[in-house]
Nanobody, 128 residues
Framework: QVHLVESGGGSVQAGGSLRLSCVAT????????MAWFRQAPGEEREGIAT????????FYADSVQGRFTIALDNAKNTIFLQINSLKAGGPSMYHC?????????????????????WGQGTQVTGSS
């Protein structure tokens, strides 16, 4: 079975950086997509970044463009989210999600129901 486990969350001073990781096991798709979703207090869950396994091509929501970077390490079955210039607020929950390449879109807003596998989440806080 597919299992996703996130790590790396914590509290960072606003303007600082943090790197989240998501280790995936049990993936059997030849080509797949991974994404990061974020849910801030009182807000809807938002897909913020997605990456394609075969090419590493990444796509971002406008809200994080230029500040966040998603990367996929195929050898380690790990997806990263590099967070830079973290804004004050939170705590927000970050989840990684995965699905077959053919079953998910790359246009924003991402549709969370298209992603068939989800991690438990890791919490990020930007302190001020």
């Amino acid at each position: 079975q597919v299992h996703l486990v996130e790590s790396g969350g914590g509290s960072v001073q606003a303007g600082g950086s943090l790197r989240l990781s998501c280790v995936a096991t049990g993936i059997t798709y030849s080509t797949y997509a991974m994404a990061w979703f974020r849910q801030a207090p009182g807000e809807e869950r938002e897909g913020i970044a997605t990456v394609i396994s075969t090419t590493g091509k990444a796509f971002y929501a406008d809200s994080v463009q230029g500040r966040f970077t998603i990367a996929l390490d195929n050898a380690k079955n790990t997806i990263f989210l590099q967070i830079n210039s973290l804004k004050a607020g939170g705590p927000s929950m970050y989840h990684c999600a995965g699905g077959a390449y053919s079953g998910v879109g790359r246009r924003f807003p991402l549709k969370d129901f298209e992603y068939t596998h989800w991690g438990q989440g890791t919490q990020v806080t930007g302190s001020s």
